[in-house]
């Protein structure tokens, strides 16, 4: 089976900066994504990596260690409307990008 | 352009009873698919398709059809509804060779199974 982990549940505080986790075993690896879910609303993408290393876009940058099976997210200038889940997804097929979910990270920003 | 479009947005079914989501884009996509969402679990895969005529399972296919005859439109059909299918359904879509891009999605669709 596939196995994604993520912690389920962060807290920080508006301007911080917080690293969300995601590791997994999977039995395929193309490529792995990033999505942010708010409460009540559909997915959003936010990042998808390949290669490893760090790749930044504005405040949000995403980290990936294929060697490893490991990424983060990681979100500066906290903003209260970051509150929201950060989806860590495998692409473990190819060609489609059709990413295989963990259950997700809830981060609560507080002022 | 409207993006993922699904119909309807809350769906109240009895158990036995069938029916059929719906979900259309507009952004000529050839790769669609279907997840469901429950709490604790995470975004699931159903069926997905690469094209019109092209479909194939993902994790969770039992108690789902699906079909894909044109690029626009991918439903989802349940045979028999159960109590377990209550679940949110969103249907995503992506155009092929976008690399570093990911799956759009659509708003959702809240299915309840009494």
């Known amino acids: 089976g596939q196995n994604i982990d993520q912690p389920t549940e962060m807290t920080a505080t508006e301007g911080a900066i917080v690293q969300i986790n995601c590791t997994y075993q999977?039995?395929?690896?193309?490529?792995l994504f990033w999505y942010q879910q708010h409460a009540g609303e559909a997915p959003t993408f936010l990042s998808y990596n390949v290669l490893d290393g760090l790749e930044e876009k504005g405040r949000f940058s995403s980290f990936l260690s294929r060697s490893k099976g490991y990424s983060y997210l990681l979100l500066k200038e906290l903003q209260m409307k970051d509150s929201a889940s950060y989806l860590c997804?495998?692409?473990?097929?190819?060609?489609?990008?059709?990413?295989?979910f963990g259950r997700g990270t809830s981060l609560i920003v507080h002022p | 352009n409207a993006g993922v479009t699904q119909t309807p947005k809350f769906q109240v079914l009895k158990t036995g009873q069938s029916m059929t989501l719906q979900c259309a884009q507009d952004?000529?996509?050839?790769?669609m698919s279907w997840y469901r969402q429950d709490p604790g679990m995470g975004l699931r895969l159903i069926h997905y398709s690469v094209g019109a005529g092209i479909t194939d399972q993902g994790e969770v296919p039992n108690g789902y059809n699906v079909s894909r005859s044109t690029t626009e439109d991918f439903p989802l059909r349940l045979l028999s509804a159960a109590p377990s299918q209550t679940s949110v359904y969103f249907c995503a879509s992506r155009r092929r060779g976008s690399e570093g891009y990911g799956y759009t999605f659509g708003s959702g669709t809240r299915l309840t199974v009494v």
């Open positions: 997804a495998v692409d473990i097929r190819g060609g489609s990008y059709i990413p295989t």
């Open positions: 999977t039995s395929g690896f193309n490529g």
């Open positions: 952004m000529n996509h050839e790769y």
